[in-house]
């Protein structure tokens, strides 16, 4: 049992670490299936919306509420939003280069 709550222990720290970034207000953000817009939309993301970069890569040039930027945010398998509809802070990378 102790070997149970020595893994749950572990695991709570991670996700705490993660951060969250917010999505610009009043959007909805279409989240595709690579770093691009020629990718196909997987789903949308709605208005009020954060999310967590895993890592970040270049793609295609994409003009939104917080410049205009040719990096994508990869915030889980195979989903990618365009960082110029984040709001983290930066112009640039933030986060890792995705492999």
Known sequence: MSD???LTTLAE??????????IA??????????????YGIIRVLPAGSSVTIYCQTP????TG???????WDNIGADEFVSDAYVHT??????????A
């Open 4 to 6: 149970d709550h020595a």
């Open 13 to 22: 720290p991670t996700a705490a670490a993660a951060p969250r970034f917010p």
């Open 25 to 38: 207000p009043g959007a909805a953000l279409n989240v595709r299936s690579g770093p691009g817009t020629g």
């Open 59 to 62: 793609g295609t040039t994409v």
């Open 65 to 71: 509420p917080y410049g205009t930027s040719k990096i």
């Open 89 to 98: 802070g930066s112009d640039g990378y933030i986060a890792v280069r995705c």
